[in-house]
Each structure stands twice: as C-alpha cells, then as structure tokens.
Antibody, heavy 117, light 112 residues
Framework: DVQVVESGGDLVQPGRSLTLSCAVS????????MHWVRQAPGKGLEWVST????????AYADSVKGRFTVSRDNAKDSLSLQMNNLKTEDTAFYYC??????????WGQGTLVTVSS | DIVMTQTPLSSPVTLGQSASISCRST???????????LSWFHQRPGQPPRLLIY???NRFSGVPDRFSGSGAGTDFTLKISRVEAADVGVYYC?????????FGQGTKLEIK
C-alpha cells in the first residue's frame, strides 16, 4: 500500500524558518513527481510546489516563491519543504501528494504549520 | 494564471438523487502532449482530499462508478449518481496542465 507521511509542522513566529518532511513507502519514489498542497483552516486547497522525479523541474506558487524551497532525496524516499521568512498567511495544513499518471492520487494526513507571534 | 470556477458552491441533495458540479477554466486545459489534466477530489471534514477522477473522465482505483467526469477544453462536470450519505463533504476540481496548478473554490455537498 502507498503511504505518505508528513512531519515537521509547528508553531513558529513570523520571520522564522521551518522545514517539513514527507516520507513515502509502497511505490518507487524516484519514478514520480511529488507535490505540496496547503489548506488554511476552514479554507480551500492551494497548490504550493511540485518537483519532478529527478528534480529537473521545480515550480512554486507565487505566494511562496523566493521563500520556500522544495527538494527530494531519492536514495531515502523523502521529500522536504524548507520554508523561510514565514508569514501569518502561511498558517495551514501542509499535505504531500504523489504525482504520476493519475496526479495527486495519494495524500498524507497533513502537518499543521501555525505562524503567530 | 488559470482560474478555476466551480458552480454551485453549495449543493443540497436528496439521498438517492443525482448531483452535478461544474468547473470552468479561464484557458483551455489541453496540454501540448494532447492530454487534459483536469482532476476531481473529495474531502471529508478532518481528512485529506481523495482523488476521484483524473484526465477529465478516468476514475481512480476504487472509486465507485456512481462518480463520472466529462467535459473538454474549458468546461468540465462531475456527476454523482444515487448520492449516498458518505458522499457529503467538499468537492474540488484541479488543473495540472500549466504551472501554477490551480484548484477551484470547492463545492459543499450536503444532504437535504
């Protein structure tokens, strides 16, 4: 079975940094692009970032460009999201999702990032 | 950026009846590879989204055939036949044809 598990969410002050991690199992990680999606409490879904299987293609939402950095380690089946200069509007559940022929077909339970002073 | 607009935003449905959700994009979602990357998701409270339909009309593994997707270009529809209590929640469309990927605002399905 495919498993996706996010971790690293925390309460942080504005301007600080945080790194989220996503561990996967049950599929060949380096065959698939991976995505980050976030959801502010009570709000809709917002795509954050995508990284291709070999990290050659990386894309970000304008709202996080220049502050967030996505990376992957195919040897460790892991995905990361480095978040710098966090803002209150970055407060959300962050989900990691598997790409592929049926994109976003597997999601983790999410990890909560709260940015507040 | 491609804007995805869903209608209605709320849909009260009687159990056993059908429901339809529309999703319109501001640009054609046909990719240069010929595919149209339009997906539909269902999210229950406190749960992550679940993929229902991808590339307009392909049901993901394990999704009942009560769920069907249709459309082309900029106009797409999700139809839910014989609505069950487990179908309540919020439905989202997503275009992943062009960066930045964009979701619709969500449609809340509730039982009358």
């Amino acid at each position: 079975d495919v498993q996706v598990v996010e971790s690293g969410g925390d309460l942080v002050q504005p301007g600080r940094s945080l790194t989220l991690s996503c561990a996967v199992s049950g599929f060949t990680f380096d065959d698939y692009a991976m995505h980050w999606v976030r959801q502010a409490p009570g709000k809709g879904l917002e795509w954050v970032s995508t990284i291709s299987w070999n990290s050659a293609i990386i894309a970000y939402a304008d709202s996080v460009k220049g502050r967030f950095t996505v990376s992957r380690d195919n040897a460790k089946d892991s995905l990361s999201l480095q978040m710098n200069n966090l803002k209150t509007e970055d407060t959300a559940f962050y989900y990691c999702a598997k790409g592929g022929e049926s994109p976003f077909d597997s999601w983790g339970q999410g990890t909560l990032v709260t940015v507040s002073s | 950026d491609i804007v995805m607009t869903q209608t209605p935003l709320s849909s009260p449905v009687t159990l056993g009846q059908s429901a339809s959700i529309s999703c319109r994009s501001t640009q054609s979602l046909v990719h240069s590879d010929g595919n149209t990357y339009l997906s539909w998701f269902h999210q229950r409270p406190g749960q992550p989204p679940r993929l229902l339909i991808y590339k307009i009309s392909n049901r993901f593994s394990g999704v009942p055939d009560r769920f069907s997707g249709s459309g082309a270009g900029t106009d797409f529809t999700l139809k839910i036949s014989r609505v069950e209590a487990a179908d309540v929640g919020v439905y989202y469309c997503l275009q992943s044809t062009q960066f930045p990927f964009t979701f619709g605002q969500g449609t809340k399905l509730e039982i009358k």
